[in-house]
C-alpha cells in the first residue's frame, strides 16, 4: 500500500492505473479529468515554408553535439536529436497518438511524456502510437543544423 505522498508523485494516468482501470475505462476516465490532455494534434501544427537553423557552437544547442543530445525548439514545433544510429534527425513535436506536444528523446529514441509513446530514430512508431512521427529534412555544415519545415 502506498502512502498519499507516494501517491501525490505519480502522474494522474499511472494513478488511474493503479486503481485498475486499463483500456477504453482508463482513457475515458483519464481524458475526461484532463479535459486538455486528449485534445486532436490540428490545433498546433508545425509552421511552414522556411528554414530553422542552429548553430551548435552557442550554448543553447551545444548539446546537440552529443549522442543523446537534444533540443525542443517549441516555437516550430520541431525536435532535434543527436541519434546513435541516425545522425540528427528532426521530428515533429506534435505526437501522432493524440497530438500532445509533448515529444522528447531518451534513451535512443523518441518518446511522448503524455502517455508514453515511443518512436524509433525515424519517427517510426514503437509502442501506443499507430502512426510515425512528422520527420523534416536536416542537413549539417559543420556546426549549423538546418531543418527544412
Ligand atoms: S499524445 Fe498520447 S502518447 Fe503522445
Known amino acids: 500500500?502506498?502512502?498519499?505522498?507516494q501517491l501525490e508523485k505519480i502522474n494522474r494516468l499511472e494513478f488511474l492505473k493503479k486503481l485498475?482501470?486499463?483500456g477504453a475505462s482508463l482513457m475515458a476516465v483519464y481524458c475526461g479529468v484532463t479535459m486538455t490532455s486528449c485534445k486532436n494534434a490540428d490545433a498546433t501544427t508545425a509552421l511552414t515554408g522556411g528554414t530553422v537553423s542552429y548553430?551548435?557552437?552557442?550554448?543553447?544547442?551545444?548539446?546537440?553535439?552529443?549522442?543523446?543530445?537534444y533540443y525542443v525548439d517549441s516555437a516550430n514545433n520541431l525536435v532535434i536529436a543527436n541519434t546513435s544510429d541516425n545522425?540528427?534527425?528532426?521530428?515533429?513535436?506534435?505526437?501522432?497518438?493524440?497530438?500532445?506536444r509533448q515529444i522528447q528523446y531518451s534513451t535512443n529514441k523518441?518518446?511522448?511524456?503524455?502517455?508514453?509513446?515511443?518512436?524509433?530514430?525515424?519517427?517510426n512508431a514503437l509502442s501506443v502510437a499507430s502512426r510515425a512521427l512528422t520527420t523534416y529534412k536536416l542537413t549539417q555544415t559543420g556546426n549549423i543544423l538546418s531543418v527544412v519545415i
Open 87 to 100: 545522425g540528427y534527425v528532426a521530428v515533429t513535436l506534435v505526437c501522432s497518438h493524440e497530438g500532445q
Open 110 to 123: 523518441f518518446i511522448c511524456t503524455a502517455h508514453g509513446a515511443t518512436f524509433d530514430n525515424k519517427g
Open 20 to 22: 485498475g482501470l486499463s
Open 55 to 69: 548553430d551548435m557552437n552557442t550554448t543553447s544547442f551545444s548539446k546537440l553535439l552529443t549522442k543523446g543530445g
Open 1 to 5: 500500500m502506498q502512502t498519499e505522498n
